[in-house]
C-alpha cells in the first residue's frame, strides 16, 4: 500500500512539473480568434468553466500580464477551460479604466492597450444579459444590488449579478456588493476576491485534460486498431479461419516460447499495467483538487429547482445553464434539446429553438448554430448572419 502511494505522488509530482512546463510554452502561442461569424473554437477538453468578469477584475489581470508575461487567465481561455464572459455594460467601462489598468501594469497607456487587442479582445464574449428568471431569494439579492440607496447597493454590477447567478459561473470581482448578491449575505466575500489560486488551478485543468485525451486516445487507438485487424480478417476470411489462425498463434506461443519468455512477458505486462494505474491514480487526484477548486468559485445555483416553477422560466434557465458548459462552444436547438433529455419538463426542439431565437444572451454564429455572448471583437459592426 505505502509503496503503491509512493508510485502515485512519483507521477503527482512529475505531472506537475509538466504541467508547468504546458504553461510556459503556452506563453508563446498565438491567440485564438472567433470565426468570421463570431463563433468561439470547440474544446477537446474534458471540462469547461465560464468566468463572469467585471472591470475590476480584467483591470488587475491586465496589470498582472504587464508586469510579468500572460496570466494563468489568457492562457487557460487559448486553452479552452476557461471561457470569459461580461456583460454588455462591461465593455462600455473599458475606455474608461485603460488608464487605470495601465498604472497597474507599471506601463503606458499604449502597451496597455496593445496587450488588451492582443491578448484579451479576442477572448472576450459580451452578453446581452436577460432580467431573469431568477428564484425568489435571487431576486430579493439582486433588487438590493439595485438599489441605490441600499448600503448594498450598485446598480452598475445588477446585470454582471444575474449572468452569473442564471448560469451558475464564478464571478471574478473584488466588489463586495456584487459578491454579496451573487453568493449571499454568509458568503465569505473576502476570500473570495482572492480567487488567483482556484484559478490557476483552473488552468491547470487545461495540460491535464491534454493527458487525459491522449491516454484515452492512446488506450483507444491500441484496442480500436486491434478490433479494426480482427473484423478485416473476418471480412476476407471468414470467423472460422479467424478463430483458427488466432487459436494456433495462441497455442503457437504456449508450446514454442520459453518458460523464461512467458515469465518475462508477464512481468513487463504487470509492471506496465501497475505504473499505469499509478499514473491515472497521480491524474485523477491531480485534476480532481484543481476541480474542486475551480468548482468553489461557482455561487452554486441550479437550473431546475424542485418544486412549483413556471416550467418555461426552468427551460430558459436550463438553456443558459447548459450551452455556457458545451465542449462544442455553439449548439444547435436539435442538439440542446438532446442534451436537456434528463429534465423533468417539456424540452422539445421547438420550444427551445424559441428560447434561442428570442433571448439576447444567444448569439446566432452560424446557420441554426447559437452560442452564449458575443464576440467582443465584433461588437462594433457584426455581420448579419443568416438563419
Given at each position: 500500500m505505502a509503496e503503491a502511494e509512493t508510485g502515485a505522488l512519483k507521477y503527482e509530482g512529475a505531472l506537475r512539473a509538466t504541467v508547468r512546463r504546458q504553461h510556459e510554452a503556452a506563453t508563446l502561442r498565438a491567440v485564438p480568434l472567433p470565426s468570421a461569424q463570431g463563433a468561439f473554437p470547440a474544446t477537446r477538453l474534458p471540462w469547461v468553466f465560464s468566468l463572469v468578469m467585471d472591470c475590476q477584475a480584467l483591470g488587475r489581470d491586465l496589470g498582472r500580464r504587464a508586469r510579468r508575461g500572460r496570466t494563468v487567465l489568457v492562457s487557460g481561455t487559448c486553452s479552452g477551460v476557461l471561457r470569459l464572459l461580461a456583460a454588455r455594460h462591461v465593455a462600455d467601462e473599458v475606455?474608461?479604466?485603460m488608464a487605470e489598468w495601465a498604472g497597474l501594469g507599471r506601463c503606458s497607456v499604449e502597451q496597455a492597450e496593445a496587450l488588451w487587442v492582443r491578448e484579451y479582445l479576442p477572448l472576450l464574449r459580451v452578453v446581452d444579459v436577460p432580467v431573469g428568471p431568477l428564484y425568489a431569494d435571487e431576486r430579493a439579492r439582486v433588487d438590493v444590488l439595485?438599489?441605490?440607496a441600499h448600503p448594498y447597493g450598485d446598480p452598475d454590477d445588477v446585470p454582471t449579478a444575474i449572468l452569473a447567478l442564471l448560469i451558475d459561473a464564478p464571478v471574478l470581482s473584488t466588489d463586495a456588493n456584487l459578491l454579496r448578491a451573487v453568493y449571499g449575505h454568509d458568503f465569505d466575500w473576502v476570500a473570495h476576491a482572492e480567487w488567483l489560486a482556484a484559478?490557476?488551478?483552473?488552468?491547470?485543468?487545461?495540460?491535464?485534460?491534454e493527458f487525459l485525451n491522449s491516454a484515452y486516445l492512446l488506450t483507444?487507438?491500441?484496442?480500436?486498431?486491434?478490433?479494426g485487424l480482427v473484423a478485416r480478417a473476418?471480412?476476407?476470411?471468414?470467423?472460422?479461419v479467424t478463430l483458427l489462425v488466432l487459436g494456433a498463434g495462441a497455442l503457437g506461443f504456449h508450446l514454442l516460447a520459453s518458460e523464461e519468455t512467458k515469465a518475462k512477458m508477464l512481468r513487463t505486462m504487470k509492471k506496465g499495467a501497475a505504473e499505469g494505474w499509478e499514473l491515472l491514480q497521480a491524474l485523477a487526484a491531480t485534476s480532481g483538487q484543481a476541480l474542486a477548486e475551480m468548482e468553489s468559485l461557482a455561487p452554486g445555483s441550479v437550473p431546475v429547482r424542485p418544486g412549483n416553477y413556471d416550467a418555461d422560466a426552468?427551460?430558459?434557465?436550463?438553456?443558459l445553464h447548459t450551452v455556457a458548459r458545451a465542449r462544442s462552444g455553439h449548439v444547435s436547438a436539435s442538439e440542446l434539446s438532446e442534451?436537456?433529455?434528463?429534465l423533468d419538463l417539456p424540452h422539445g426542439e421547438k420550444k427551445v429553438r424559441d428560447v434561442l431565437r428570442s433571448d439576447p444572451a444567444f448569439e446566432l454564429v452560424g446557420r441554426g448554430r447559437f452560442q452564449l455572448g458575443?464576440?467582443?471583437?465584433?461588437?462594433?459592426a457584426p455581420d448579419p448572419v443568416t438563419t
Open positions: 475606455r474608461e479604466y439595485d438599489t441605490v484559478l490557476r488551478a483552473g488552468g491547470d485543468l487545461g495540460p491535464l485534460g483507444g487507438g491500441i484496442a480500436m486498431g486491434t478490433l473476418v471480412e476476407v476470411f471468414g470467423w472460422p426552468l427551460l430558459h434557465r436550463a438553456c442534451m436537456l433529455g434528463h458575443q464576440a467582443w471583437v465584433r461588437c462594433a
